[in-house]
């Protein structure tokens, strides 16, 4: 189970399914003094955003923990082909940008002592359209 592009991969963290938006489009509205109705142009899809909630866990201190989230956010930028895989299922998607990883909540020591410091967040992409 992992998510790579180039550097960037979450390793043996857990995660969950690639989520994707609609992919943008360009689109502009105009109306016009003294007639009814609107012009709508519209272009072609650009690209769309990519996500997947990730939990690194294992981590002996939060200072550990805080310093992989910093060297994964220090390839914000990188781009490439993005692949997703789970078993022996394998998603890949072509020309993404590595948006960089998102806590949703503050790092908690897990209270059993088995899975260390941890923490819920979200790993992003940009997906774009060639």
């Known amino acids: 189970m992992s998510i790579i592009l180039g550097?960037?991969?979450t390793g043996t963290?857990?995660?969950?399914t690639?989520?994707?938006t609609p992919f943008n489009q360009?689109?502009?509205?105009?109306?016009f003094f003294g007639?009814?109705?609107?012009?709508?142009?519209?272009?072609?899809?650009?690209?769309r955003d990519l996500s997947a909630w990730v939990l690194p866990y294992g981590y002996?201190?939060?200072?550990?923990?805080?310093t992989d989230i910093a060297v994964m956010n220090a390839l914000i930028g990188?781009?490439?082909?993005?692949?997703?895989?789970?078993g022996a299922l394998t998603t890949t998607y072509l020309n993404c940008v590595f948006d960089g990883f998102e806590l949703e909540e503050d790092p908690w020591l897990d209270g059993s002592g088995v899975n260390g410091w941890q923490v819920m967040?979200?790993?992003?992409?940009?997906?774009?359209?060639q």
């Open 78 to 86: 990188a781009s490439g082909t993005m692949t997703w895989t789970f």
């Open 121 to 129: 967040g979200r790993i992003k992409f940009r997906h774009i359209l």
């Open 18 to 20: 690639i989520k994707s």
């Open 35 to 47: 007639l009814i109705g609107e012009l709508h142009l519209n272009g072609r899809a650009h690209g």
């Open 13 to 16: 963290a857990l995660h969950g």
């Open 26 to 31: 360009s689109r502009t509205v105009q109306t």
């Open 60 to 66: 002996a201190t939060d200072a550990l923990l805080q």
């Open 7 to 9: 550097a960037v991969t």
